[in-house]
């Protein structure tokens, strides 16, 4: 079956950085387009980044320019590289991939604080 699993979250500083990672299994992970979301607490959860199959990449306004997502087809994994991190990128970040139906991981929680 389908699973998303994340890692790479933590406390950093504002103006630092962290990598997500999120290993995928149960389906044909070079053929997916891969999104994060993240989810701030008491707001919506929102489309951080996608990568299509292609390798082709949009990103949310907030975020353009400090973060990086890519994706290793070798390793069925997607990063997501977040410089310049800033107080309000604190969420829980999720995986995500569409298989005939929604399907998330579990989420890691991401704390930009001094």
């Known amino acids: 079956q389908v699973q998303l699993v994340e890692s790479g979250g933590g406390l950093v500083q504002p103006g630092g950085s962290l990598r997500l990672s999120c290993a995928a299994s149960?389906?044909?992970?070079?053929?997916?387009?891969m999104s994060w979301y993240r989810q701030a607490p008491g707001k919506q959860r929102e489309l951080v980044a996608r990568?299509?199959?292609?390798?082709?990449?949009n990103y949310a306004d907030s975020v353009k320019g400090r973060f990086t997502i890519s994706r290793d087809n070798a390793k069925n994994t997607v990063y997501l590289q977040m410089n310049s991190l800033k107080p309000e990128d604190t969420a829980v970040y999720y995986c995500?991939?569409?298989?005939?139906?929604?399907?998330w991981g579990q989420g890691t929680q991401v704390t930009v604080s001094s």
């Open positions: 995500y991939v569409f298989q005939f139906r929604q399907y």
């Open positions: 149960g389906f044909t992970f070079s053929g997916s387009d």
């Open positions: 990568i299509i199959s292609g390798g082709r990449t």
